[in-house]
């Protein structure tokens, strides 16, 4: 097995650098900033924006493919739109606002939030919130002690990011998916010292308002933006199960909670787990489950004809719900974030099937074929 190219502190501290952009649906500019920043530091990387703002990394010289590998993650996380600002007269200011993304109204009230404007951040406290039947949105009203001008957008008041060495564990107010995010860019950041003949199409897409129906991922989907035999694999942080814990490696997405994903991209993506992992299965920690906690963006690209796959991370207080319905930081473990990011240099290095390839699986059963037919017409059943 090759010496791994991917260095744990970088992993971590390209996660720290992401996971601190505040972010919501339509509101991912600080994101964008952040890809642009990292891809100009890169001469190898080249980066591009679509009209709707979807951003992809791409290798430079390195001849496009007809079936690229593209590992894709959305920039946003559920949070605030404030619609309207008044000063009250017991002091302070009341802060009408939407908030945009699953999660139930009964964690709100009480909680805390964080307003971003123009580099300022505003506190505030949701006094209640409550369910438009008109529009389906989450209506929200919130006081803050300071304006928040129409159309700056909040998150939860959580820390941006925390790591405890002792527990393995990183926290944020928005890992899922912004952690998807910063593994993608672990692996472009080392993929000319793992890919030196610079031989393999690999991408990174980052898409927009996943949160509020797959926006940017149907954008790139309806616009036949990528090749039409491209390779997609969905990254996302996904709710742990009890047969899908942290800690235990990252996950070989087989589906989620509204499909099933392409079953030989699936196969090749779970056979470099396995060389990962050994012949005893004790080199390398990942897990291939049937994630039903939601609905990924491959999903989505599915509808359109793309062969789609998918892989996450296992994550704690989904959607920023801890124990009783409290608002509380996601979490991941570092261990299957660093996992993830060694898995991608698995596939970069094994440079997966194409739409033209044969199916391993096909032939090995093809062999199995042709040798029983030889033991029936030695040994015919009468």
Not at 202 to 210: P, S
Not at 343 to 369: C, M, Q, Y
Request: glycine letters at 10%; charged letters at 30%; one cysteine or more.
């Amino acid at each position: 097995m090759a010496r791994s190219a991917i260095r744990p502190d970088n992993v971590l501290r390209l996660a720290r650098r992401t996971l601190s952009c505040p972010t919501a649906p339509y509101r991912e500019g600080e994101v964008i900033a952040w890809l642009r920043e990292f891809s100009a530091a890169r001469p190898h990387l080249r980066l591009g924006e679509d009209a709707d703002g979807n951003v992809s990394v791409r290798r430079r010289g390195v001849r496009a493919s007809r079936a690229p590998l593209v590992l894709a993650a959305h920039m946003d996380h559920p949070g605030f739109r404030a619609r309207r600002c008044a000063a009250r007269r017991d002091g302070g200011f009341r802060v009408e606002a939407d908030f945009l993304g699953g999660v139930p109204l009964s964690s709100f009230a009480g909680a805390r939030a964080r307003f971003f404007h123009d580099g300022e951040e505003i506190r505030a406290r949701v006094e209640r919130a409550a369910l438009d039947r008109r529009s389906g949105r989450k209506r929200v009203v919130l006081r803050a002690r300071r304006p928040v001008p129409a159309g700056a957008y909040g998150m939860w008041d959580l820390p941006a990011f925390r790591y405890s060495p002792d527990r393995d564990l990183i926290e944020s107010r928005a890992v899922d998916d912004l952690a998807g995010l910063a593994a993608i860019l672990a692996l472009l950041d080392a993929v000319d010292r793992i890919d030196r003949r610079r031989r393999v199409d690999v991408r990174g897409l980052f898409t927009r308002a996943e949160e509020v129906g797959f926006v940017g991922a149907l954008s790139v989907a309806a616009g036949k933006r990528l090749p039409r035999a491209a390779r997609i694999v969905a990254i996302e942080a996904s709710m742990a199960l009890p047969d899908a814990p942290q800690g235990a490696g990252p996950i070989v997405r087989v589906g989620d909670r509204t499909s099933v994903f392409d079953d030989r991209l699936t196969r090749w993506i779970s056979g470099v787990g396995l060389r990962l992992a050994g012949p005893k299965g004790g080199r390398f920690a990942w897990q291939r489950k049937l994630m039903d906690g939601g609905t990924c963006e491959s999903t989505a690209y599915q509808l359109f004809g793309y062969r789609c796959a998918g892989m996450c991370l296992p994550l704690g207080n989904y959607h920023n719900v801890g124990r009783g319905g409290r608002i509380a930081p996601e979490s991941i473990r570092r261990s299957d974030l660093v996992g993830l990011v060694r898995f991608f240099e698995g596939l970069v290095r094994d440079d997966g099937p194409t739409a033209a390839a044969g199916d391993p699986l096909r032939k090995r059963l093809d062999t199995l074929l042709a040798r029983s037919r030889r033991d029936l017409a030695r040994d015919p059943f009468a």
